[in-house]
């Protein structure tokens, strides 16, 4: 019985890998730079406390961010977790405002136990998100033209990179874990630039280029944690990732619709994802308090794009949020339910005109809803979040995360 389960969300996985290919939830032109937006990966719980989770050991919830985590699951239990969200951006520039909405599947997860003290996890997550759509309209000073013509710059993105992960935890001496992630990361990033006129005496242009990925990278963490006095449990995590050539390919197309890309296999193929670091602590008071700091760091400015370094910018981010559970064993509803709150804040990881944008924002809250046996969860998340500025371009969104922590017992042996 447990082995059909496993097969069918593998099954599960593997479509839900495919579904995903091509979706945005994303209609932000800061898009259009580098790989697009990098996910943090954090799921609902996480987002609701401002994407805390490098510290973090839970036995009702997966940490896919620190793999050291996933020794910490129940030696009985199955862990499912999937998540989907919306998002409302508001897009201010000198010239006005603009709305727009959108809506995606954010993640799958699983976890379990293999052994005693050995976790493992698997799940699709995303990597990259790339997705806009506007333009830009002009007049052409043409002195021997009779009328006026307009040219109109329309510039589309679309796809994003995903990744299936597994990852293994094992815990040492009672306060150590440690993990690895394994990532297989593949899709693609589409950017189009069409340039059409009012005149049909003009003949339009099309640019598009892709990013085509399929290649392997590792994540490791571990964990320290002790607890004091029975009521006083704190944790220390860190993660490291290592700089890495992507198995990446680049072609381009200029000219008609219907004229075939051309690929680029020397220099313009170099692509790397940047070496990652992070530490986090985690303190939680009589299992009902938990307040959570992390520090992380992405150091996109010695990573290769199309090539050469310093075409990006380091990426750090500190996050730090809380969790209250009013009562473990309350009679009203109200009293186990689980409210959150966050914030962050983080440095863009690309450049505009070779200038580092100003620093990003999040300001998150949410309630874990707890179903039967105060095992499983729903989740929400509300974060209201600024990038850029007015002076070039404002996005201020809005996100609701929804997501659904299925904990079921699948290893108890039947008496008979």
Known sequence: MFKNKIFLLGFVLVLLSQVSIGQNNTNSPYTRFGYGDISDTNSGEQRAMGGVSLGSRSKSGINVVNPASYSAVDSMTFMFDVGVSALVSRFSETGGTTNKLNA???????????????????????????????????????ELYPDTVTATQSFIGNGGINQLYGGLSVELFDHISLGVNAYYMFGSSINSRLLTFSSSDFYSSLQRDSIVVSSLRFRYGVQFYNTFAKKHDVSLGLIYEPKLKLNASYSEMTGSVDQEATPYKDVFSSFEVPEIFGVGL?????????????????KWGDAKFFGVTDSLSNRSKLAIGAEFIPSLRGRRYYEVVRYRVGF?????????????????????????????????????????????????????????????????????????
């Open 104 to 142: 995606n599947l954010e993640y799958i997860t699983m976890q379990f136990p293999l052994w005693k003290k050995v976790g493992f996890s698997a799940g699709l997550l995303p990597y990259s998100f790339s997705g806009y759509n506007f333009y830009s309209t002009s007049n052409l000073p043409l």
């Open 282 to 298: 985690n303190y939680v008071y009589n299992k009902q308090l938990t307040l959570g700091l992390d520090y992380s760091m992405q």
């Open 344 to 416: 962050n804040v983080s440095d863009p990881y690309y450049k505009l005109q070779n200038e580092k944008l100003p620093k990003n924002y999040g300001i998150t809250f949410g309630m874990g809803l707890p179903l039967r046996n105060n095992k499983s969860v729903i989740n929400t998340t509300f974060e209201y979040g600024k990038i850029g500025s007015v002076g070039l371009l404002r996005e201020d969104y809005f996100k609701f995360t929804l997501s659904a922590s299925l904990n079921e017992t699948w290893f108890m042996k039947r008496k008979l």
